[in-house]
Every structure is written in structure tokens, then in C-alpha cells.
């Protein structure tokens, strides 16, 4: 009777052995049953590694198929600069036939962008410029121009000197935009706001065409300070909608808005090498007030400029998000993100990521 109770309680002993291995090897293998229920502890500190690595790879497999599928479009794709402009004629306006593109530059077969900021020296809209400066500017191969007026001329000196990978133009006579959106907060009228807005967008245009010909880029991108870019993407983006859409080489490409009949652009655009030229003669060669062009960057602009001049409209793109494409049907509102990249997106506004711009910049400062 002795030994078979001894030999029940060796039994005991080494089934709660068992149990206790197993309950650990299920623990050790599920680290998902750890997911967000409970605060991090010591005990944990293991699984949040595996997790952040495992970000890390898949962030790092996503740019290798946004690579991939660049390269692939890329079979179906046209150089702009290949293809010399043709005669247009709208509203008595004439674009030269003899503009001639030169040959192409791009040597890395991947799209080749100029990007250009229109960027406010006071504050707090600097600090917009230098968050872009120091996160997605640094993927732009230094093909990036911001664009200031002259508040606060030092400081944005002081910035450019020590980002190596960027220029800046200070543009005279857009310092008096405090109504930079017709809103007026600062009592200057919004006929100087406008007007500082037309001498910033011919900026764009002057300072390309200070690139020498051999160098200059097949897109250009004019972009608001208060957007974000991922530059792969964007590429990948170019090339699909110009090649899809068969707008080369004169596409313009945005995040669409109508008023009335007039297509616009919000946020900023980017535009092929021919239609740029084609641009850039009209504003050489014409005042705003031959072009009647009085009002603003963004709808005018595309009335005066593309529509009425060129016959060009904008084509839209659902991989741009402006700040006002919270209002179209089938687009996201803001920050459904909530501080996560948002990878399959080329250009969108900083609050589909963040909260506050405060939480922007406090990011990238972090990173920097």
C-alpha cells in the first residue's frame, strides 16, 4: 500500500512538471498574447523586439516591391524630354514650336523630379520647412528648392547652410502674404496675397529654367509646406498615370478638385519637362495682366494658365491626399493613420498622420 502511493504521488509530481513546461513553451511561442492588453513589462521586452524587427523587415520589403514596380512600369514608359512641344493655340496664345527638348540626363532610368517648396520664413510656418528639410527632402538626391520670401532672412540662411542637400531661393515681393489663403488675418489685402502667390509660381518656372538644359529634371513638383512625400511612390505614381492616361508629354498630375468647370490642383502638382517649358514661354514672354491672371496660384492658375492657354487639365491621382481631399467622396479623413507611415500614399498633408503639427515636428526632431 506504501509503494503504490509513493507511486501516485511520483505520478503528480510529474504530470505538474509537464504541465508547467508546456504552459511556459506556449507562452514563450505566442508572444501575440501579449498584444496591447496589458502594460509592457521586463517580461516583455523580448516580444516588443521581435515586433519592432518585424516592423523594420516589412518596411524594408515594401521598398523593394515599390523598386520593383517602378522598374517594371518603367517598359511602357517615355522620357518627356525626348519629345519636342508641339504648336498650341488657345485664346490667342502661342507656344513656339521651336522649343526644343533636349536629350535625356537621367542615367539611373528612374523618373527624375525637381522639387520646389513654397515655404514662409516666419514662424511657425519655418518650422514646416524645416521638418520637410530634414525627413523626405534627404530622398530627393538634392534636387529640392524651397522657395521663402524674406521674413526672417537669416534664420532660413542659417538653415540652408547646414542641410547640404537642399537650396533655397529668397523670392522678392512676396513678403506681404499674411492672406496667403485670402483669409486677410494680418490686414494685407488679398489681392497682395494673390499676387505674392503668382510671383512665388513664377519662381518655379525661372528657377528651372536656370538649370542647365543637360541637367534639367523630366518632372517638376511644386509643393505646398504643409505636405508630405514619399519619393519612390510618387515616381511609381508618374509613371503609371502618364503612361495609363496617355497625357505625355504635357501631364499634370494632382489631387483633382472642381469649381464650376475649372479643374484644379490642391497642395501643389507635378508637371512634365514639355509642358514646363511650354509654361515657362508663356510667362517669359506675357505680364499676368496679358494672361488675366489676377487671383490665386491654384484654381487661376489652371484656368489662365493650363485651360485657357494650353488646353490642359489636371489628371487626378488617388495616391495624393490635400488637405481639402477630406472632402471627396471615397477619400480618408484626416489622421486615420494615427502616426503610422502611410506607405501606398505619394503626397498627402501632414494631418493624416498627425494630431497637432507639433507632433510633426516633435517626430522628426526626434529622428534628425
Given amino acids: 500500500m506504501a509503494e503504490g502511493l509513493i507511486h501516485t504521488l511520483v505520478v503528480m509530481v510529474v504530470g505538474v512538471f509537464l504541465l508547467v513546461c508546456i504552459a511556459t513553451t506556449i507562452l514563450v511561442a505566442a508572444p501575440s498574447s501579449f498584444d496591447s492588453h496589458e502594460p509592457a513589462t521586463d517580461g516583455t521586452n523580448n516580444n516588443i523586439r521581435r515586433r519592432r524587427l518585424l516592423t523594420r523587415a516589412e518596411q524594408r520589403v515594401a521598398q523593394l516591391q515599390t523598386r520593383r514596380t517602378l522598374e517594371y512600369n518603367l517598359a511602357s514608359y517615355t522620357d518627356p524630354k525626348t519629345v519636342a512641344p508641339s504648336s498650341s493655340r488657345a485664346n490667342n496664345f502661342i507656344v513656339e514650336s521651336n522649343i526644343v527638348a533636349p536629350p535625356p540626363s537621367n542615367n539611373n532610368q528612374y523618373p527624375s523630379i525637381h522639387f520646389f517648396i513654397k515655404a514662409c520664413g516666419k514662424r ?3 518650422d514646416r520647412a524645416v521638418a520637410i528639410a530634414d525627413s523626405w527632402a534627404k530622398d530627393t538626391d538634392g534636387k529640392i528648392t524651397f522657395l521663402f520670401d524674406n521674413n526672417n532672412h537669416q534664420a532660413v540662411d542659417d538653415f540652408a547652410q547646414t ?41 518655379v518656372f525661372s528657377s528651372f529654367l536656370e538649370i542647365p538644359p543637360a541637367y534639367r529634371p523630366e518632372w517638376v513638383c511644386y509643393i505646398d509646406d504643409d505636405m508630405l512625400v514619399n519619393v519612390d511612390v510618387l515616381k511609381i ?12 508629354p504635357n501631364c499634370v498630375i494632382a489631387d483633382k ?4 468647370k475649372i479643374q484644379f490642383s490642391a497642395g501643389g502638382w507635378c508637371m512634365q519637362y514639355t509642358l514646363v517649358l511650354q509654361i515657362s514661354h508663356l510667362l517669359s514672354t506675357n505680364n499676368d495682366e496679358q494672361l488675366n491672371w489676377s487671383a490665386t496660384d491654384d484654381l487661376d492658375f489652371h484656368q489662365k494658365l493650363l485651360q485657357n492657354a494650353l488646353g490642359v487639365t489636371v489628371l487626378d491621382s488617388d495616391k495624393w491626399l490635400s488637405e481639402v481631399a477630406r472632402k471627396k467622396k471615397e477619400r480618408v479623413p484626416f489622421a486615420p493613420f494615427k502616426g503610422k507611415i502611410a506607405p501606398r500614399m505619394a503626397v498627402y498633408h501632414w494631418n493624416y498622420i498627425w494630431e497637432s503639427e507639433e507632433d510633426w515636428f516633435s517626430f522628426v526632431a526626434e529622428q534628425h
Fill in 237 to 248: 505614381d508618374l509613371v503609371e498615370k502618364s503612361v495609363s492616361s496617355q497625357c505625355s
Fill in 163 to 203: 542641410r547640404p542637400w537642399l537650396s533655397v531661393r529668397h523670392v522678392e515681393g512676396t513678403d506681404d502674404q499674411g492672406g496667403y489663403k485670402g483669409r486677410d488675418k494680418s490686414g494685407d489685402s488679398k489681392e497682395a496675397a494673390w499676387h505674392a502667390q503668382r510671383v512665388k509660381t513664377r519662381a
Fill in 257 to 260: 478638385h472642381q469649381h464650376g
Fill in 124 to 126: 511657425p510656418w519655418f
